[in-house]
């Protein structure tokens, strides 16, 4: 089952020395993830802009779907599965 976040509520992105991302904080829990995958999308040009790099990530206790949005340079959560 997946929950997708309607509103895809803020996070903090904790990220390494090489930029690569290491954990999330969200709803006062930090979580240690691994990211499974990644990919970019840059879409809607002709109206307002989406550019955001996505990351599944897995740890301890959630499988995500996260995005960094390089327009706002923000960090979001979309998804969760169980």
Do not use: Q
């Not at 829990?29 to 109206?47: F, L, Q, S, T």
């Amino acid at each position: 089952m997946t929950r997708l976040l309607r509103a895809h509520p803020p996070i903090e992105a904790e990220l390494d020395a090489d930029g690569g991302l290491v954990a999330i904080r969200w709803a006062g829990r930090r979580e240690p993830v691994e990211v499974c995958n990644r990919w970019r999308v840059d879409e809607a040009w002709w109206r307002e802009p989406i550019a955001r790099d996505y990351f599944k990530v897995v740890g301890t206790r959630w499988l995500a779907l996260v995005y960094y949005d390089r327009m706002a340079c923000s960090w979001h959560l979309e998804r969760l599965y169980d």
